[in-house]
């Protein structure tokens, strides 16, 4: 059975070297892995929880509550921005503690770089206290010493390749074994 992923990038910014990574990361996927890039993050709405049920759940919220619910799991690529999650990331997170079936979805987190010294830690507390479930052994960190990654050249590049290709096979096995 295919495993369906859904990859969340924190950044807004468009040459994001943590876009580049999840789309390097799609480029490779192995056969029976399928990844979707979910875009809206810079259309949602300000959380708030007074808009957090059925009848005023805004469209985008909506959104993406459901493409994480049709998800069999995550990949999250996030930057650090002052030491922090990027405020529109963790609006996105926001508007998924409400979601019912959020809790137990199997996480990977991807590093665009090494460098970001807190956010590994706060995203990894933040989807803990969400109850999601991260698989750790299918975590990557981009061994990158420059923002500016090229998707094409990180694609083709067979040692990356190979080491995203693996952490995505034990991520997709990890979900198998535990459905």
Same mark, same amino acid.
């Given at each position: 059975?295919?495993?369906? +992923?859904?990859?969340?990038? !924190? %950044?807004?910014?468009?040459?994001?070297?943590?876009? =580049? *990574?999840?789309? /390097? $990361?799609?480029?490779?996927?192995?056969?029976?892995?399928?990844?979707?890039?979910?875009?809206?993050?810079?259309?949602?709405?300000?959380?708030?929880?007074?808009?957090?049920?059925?009848?005023?759940?805004?469209?985008?919220?909506?959104?993406?509550?459901?493409?994480?619910?049709?998800?069999?799991?995550?990949?999250?690529?996030?930057?650090?921005?002052?030491?922090?999650?990027?405020?529109?990331?963790?609006?996105? +997170?926001?508007?998924?503690? !409400? %979601?019912?079936?959020?809790?137990?979805?199997?996480? =990977? *987190?991807?590093? /665009? $770089?090494?460098?970001?010294?807190?956010?590994?830690?706060?995203?990894?507390?933040?989807?803990?206290?969400?109850?999601?479930?991260?698989?750790?052994?299918?975590?990557?960190?981009?061994?990158?010493?420059?923002?500016?990654?090229?998707?094409?050249?990180?694609?083709?590049?067979?040692?990356?390749?190979?080491?995203?290709?693996?952490?995505?096979?034990?991520?997709?096995?990890?979900?198998?074994?535990?459905?």
């Amino acid at each position: 059975m295919p495993i369906n +992923l859904l990859a969340l990038c !924190g %950044s807004l910014r468009a040459g994001s070297s943590n876009n =580049a *990574l999840l789309e /390097a $990361t799609r480029k490779v996927q192995p056969d029976g892995i399928s990844i979707s890039i979910y875009d809206g993050i810079g259309a949602l709405p300000h959380f708030s929880p007074d808009l957090d049920d059925d009848a005023r759940l805004p469209d985008a919220a909506r959104d993406l509550r459901q493409q994480v619910e049709d998800a069999d799991g995550l990949v999250i690529s996030c930057p650090e921005y002052m030491h922090c999650l990027p405020g529109s990331f963790k609006n996105a +997170l926001d508007w998924m503690v !409400g %979601s019912e079936t959020f809790p137990g979805k199997p996480v =990977a *987190l991807f590093q /665009a $770089t090494s460098r970001h010294e807190y956010v590994p830690a706060l995203l990894r507390d933040v989807l803990k206290t969400m109850a999601a479930d991260e698989v750790e052994e299918a975590g990557f960190v981009l061994p990158a010493t420059t923002n500016r990654i090229d998707v094409d050249a990180l694609a083709c590049d067979a040692e990356i390749a190979a080491a995203i290709t693996d952490r995505l096979r034990h991520f997709a096995d990890t979900i198998r074994q535990n459905r």
